[in-house]
């Protein structure tokens, strides 16, 4: 199983609490993050795409870097990483995407990938002027075939004149092509969304957890698929301390300083898709009382050791490529997984 890092392209990370450490989405503090991971053999990465914060007394996501233009910087200052930047599907068009993944997969070939996302998050585009209105909760997908369609015709062929509901192209040239793959990776959790992950993607997220519910998301790739190979991969927050209770002391902490009226704001936000796929599901899962829930499978708290066994656990599960990893600390975090949990792993981190 593969490891790799969440790339914190969101100023504070995932954690919303004036507890837990701040740092802003600059290129230098991605790049550091980045370069370490390489280092302790990390081989993936991923960069959201956010267009608009959380605002609360933490001004949560209210400072975002762009993933596209970011991950081409940092590309050019790794040699082995390979990097997912998001795309959000109404914000910039399949043409001008497609040649602006050709143009980074030439930077770095082969380590360059896409993310794509069908953009739940009305507040960000309807500030835009780019929300379609809230009909398109139900039709993203739809929107989002015609947009992979024609980046695969772009990508193999270098033209594309595509008629569809959502876009019309008329000889509609690539320019500059590239020999080198572009992987494309998509978070879709729901049956709509594997579907689509597994017709158009390489990678598919998923926060499942035990092996019954990996062998489902497998399997509903598979069916997908149609003999394409579509791998899963899935994230879990590692924090870690010298001891298992330090560890619990140190979640306590950040939830002491829960910003309330951030997470009060991230599940509206969440909660105005009513058409009861992946997005409202996880508005209904949010605590907004707490930054960090202490039951929650995908964190993986406590000291090396015990962080370690959670991975081995995860890995012997089967089923899953790789996993990626945020962190409650970044630099000291992020330095302490590298130096004391990559040794106890028993399993090959770059395959």
Known sequence: MKLGVFIPTGNNGWIISSNSPDYMPTYAFNRDVVCRAESYGFTLGLGMVSFR?????????????????????ILASTE????FASVG???????????MAATIADVAPGRFGLNITTGWHRA?????????????????????????TILRQLWDTGVSDFKGTYFQ???CRMGFRT???????????????????????DYNFTMASDAESLATANAQLKAAAQGRDVRVLSTRT??????????????????????????????????????????????????????????????????????ATKLNELAALGG????????????????????????LLDFDITR
């Open 320 to 343: 899953l490529d790789g996993c990626l990893m945020d962190y409650d600390d970044f630099v000291g975090g992020l330095n302490r997984f590298g130096q004391e949990v990559v040794p």
């Open 124 to 148: 960000e585009y309807a500030q835009m002027g780019m929300w379609p209105g809230d009909e398109y909760f139900g039709y993203r997908y739809d929107y989002a075939t015609e947009y992979a």
């Open 238 to 307: 590692v924090i870690l301390d010298d001891t298992d209770d330090l560890a619990q002391k140190k979640i306590e902490h950040y939830n002491a300083g829960s910003d309330v009226e951030a997470l009060t704001n991230q599940r509206g936000h969440y909660a105005v898709d009513s058409t009861g796929t992946s997005s409202s599901a996880s508005a209904r899962a949010l605590k907004t009382h707490q930054a960090i829930d202490p039951a929650n499978p995908a964190l993986f708290a406590g000291s090396p050791r015990t962080v």
């Open 169 to 171: 192209l008329d000889d």
């Open 53 to 73: 914060g959380y605002g609360g007394a933490t001004g949560h996501w209210n400072a975002t870097s762009e993933p596209i233009t970011q991950t081409a910087a």
């Open 89 to 99: 599907v109404l914000a910039i068009h399949p043409a001008m995407m497609a040649r």
């Open 80 to 83: 082995k990483m390979q990097i």
């Open 179 to 201: 020999d080198h793959p572009i992987k494309v990776a998509a978070a879709g959790a729901s049956e709509r969304g594997r579907e689509f992950a597994g017709r158009f993607a």
